[in-house]
């Protein structure tokens, strides 16, 4: 199980590369069955054509519009590859029995129906299948959301018993850092899902939280590698070895963050929920959520979401807080996030305080702190998340490796 | 029912001022199934991708990535009426239940099975179908080769019973004879099946033959009109009324025309065969074949081809004209066919007498004659079509109508 990403298929020389390389892999003697997003910018231009003709798309004509860019990119690569002498063919997320709900824009995967995919298998032919999109009970075409290729191959991989799922993107594999920002960072061979989960989530890009989740449920390993190079990229599964654990293992961070505090709130039960049920209404994703000690019955409730949503929430959150005589409603859009993430992290305090003491001393001011088991969160400025990001990659000894 | 054709869907403004023509169509109280080809050169643009990865991409590869031509274009069809308040909803050619034979690149639609396009008719839905696709037994996604927008709107139509099929294009209908040449040509307001399929088959691009052929089957009356003006345009039917019928009623034309002639043939039987067959074979169509007289058993045998199968046609015939013992093999491919067309022609030899004297009133040479029951086409060099037009416009005086 291979997967392609968009970058890797953008124009008809970088297809014809990917082939070759597909070829390679069908010569080892292997079963190939290939996932590939849009080519380049497909998608992006879809979405563009989409807002010319509509002010607000129906996602269900969305959904159908879209799915378009990865067919376009699946059935190239089975006409470069057929034109080389291999037999191949390519499948839409609906002919591939990708099988959803019917959430457009951000559907679920209800099952795999792999019966076509194993017959062409079987007739020896290499399988390359749409990503990103599937098909409801009413042949309704969906598509899956963000992170959708990643999560259809590693879907594929799952319900095929594939003995890994290689993803190949335009990076070398999951590093201990963002190189753009620590220039010292290197990538890592291997990685649990646990700590990758976290990694995604917490800001590295290269793959997508479902994925792992999926790979994580269903015990496919998941090789995340350059479709530029030869280097062995970087493998998740569930079995790394013992002594690599109990370390911190990476840096993530994000600069999508801003900031809402509501000031003042009266603190009585069902305060909490009266703020966060229109918010959930709404759509808007929440983050962290602090809430300060009360004091005399008066407390401050404090949560992060993304930039692009900070308008939209403050709309729904200023009504609220006058409703409840809360005193007042502050925002902040320049916040960025920094991680460090690991295994044992809470079995071991030294970490907390060598994350907070390196902050510090650099005189970067810590505004919010979450944990989970394997990470430490905290949130900053957003100017100095770079600085940030460094000066932990260093204080963990992060570019010596292991 | 009604079908738009690329040009009057290339662009966002063209899609919303087809989007408000159909919702006028709506507003008159109109259940509305629309049959939508791709945008502007979507198709070609798409074939010269699949030429840039593979020398001879697959015929059932090539068939799934054209097939998102007519997807996007339906989609954002959908799009733009419901951004202005009407329930649209757009249909892959699959969705709508179009089921055709495994012919990839030239399928045949087998049933229309309209039971989802029914439903939300019902529903009080405008429904976007892709055209120039369909679906097989396997789910495996046809095209239905030149014409294939307008076949599945006539097909659609038939299966649920349209009171008329609308097929709106760049021209205001079906003219006496292609304006480009003959400035004099006007639009015919009706016409017939039979009189339209010889109008279609010998050069007149409105419309093409499948639909026509189809259309008379299942007695589905067209109307062929522009989307960019509001002009009448033609109806085509079985019902045109008796005095209409009984003279010519327009000029067709065809520049796309080679011959090739096997001289000193030994006239036995099986010959036509043996250079038909391997011809068929070649996926080469023949047109015109004309056999001379035999003298003392030789004889030469003359057919036409496109333009653009000349060479392959040759390829195949010179080693059979080697075979069988024939003189020689002589090409020519700048001719063109100019065809009268009317009803009851054959019952009144002076159209083919008149055809014949304008023809050499104007000089040109006559290469070939063949007649069918509503037509009379003659061959003539390519550089003579367009005065032989215009000559015979005015010698039938097609220009003042009835």
Known sequence: MQKYGGTSLAGAERIKAVARRIAATKDGGNQVVVVVSAMGDTTDELIELAYQVAEEPSARELDLLLSTGEIVSSTLLAMALRDTGYEAISLSGAQAGIQTDSAHRQARILKVESRRVIKELEAGKIVIVAGFQGVTGEMDITTLGRGGSDTT??????????????????????????PRLAPDARPLAEVGYEEMLELATYGAKVLHPRAVELGELYNVPILVASSFSDKPGTLI????????????????????????????????????ASIFQPLAQAGISIDTIVQNASIEKITDLTFTVAKSELAEAMRVVKPIAKEIKA????????????????????????????????????????????????????????????????????????????
Do not use: W
């Open 237 to 272: 599964h569930g079995g790394a070895p013992m002594e690599v654990r109990n370390k911190v293992m990476g840096i993530a961070h994000d600069l999508d963050v801003a900031k809402i505090t509501v000031v003042g709130v009266p603190d009585r039960p069902g305060i909490a």
């Open 327 to 402: 005193r007042e409603c502050l925002s902040d859009s320049e916040l960025g996030k920094v991680s460090i993430i690991g295994t044992g992290m809470q079995n071991t305090p030294g970490y907390a305080a060598r994350m907070f003491t390196t902050l510090s001393e650099r005189g970067i001011n810590i505004q919010l702190i979450t944990t989970s088991e394997i990470r430490i969160t905290c949130i900053i400025e957003a100017a100095k998340v770079e600085d940030a990001v460094r000066a932990l990659h260093r204080a963990f000894e992060l570019e010596t490796g292991t």
């Open 153 to 178: 191959a590693v879907a594929l991989a799952a319900s095929l018993g594939a003995s890994v799922c290689q993803i190949y993107t335009d990076v070398d594999g999951v590093y201990t850092a963002d």
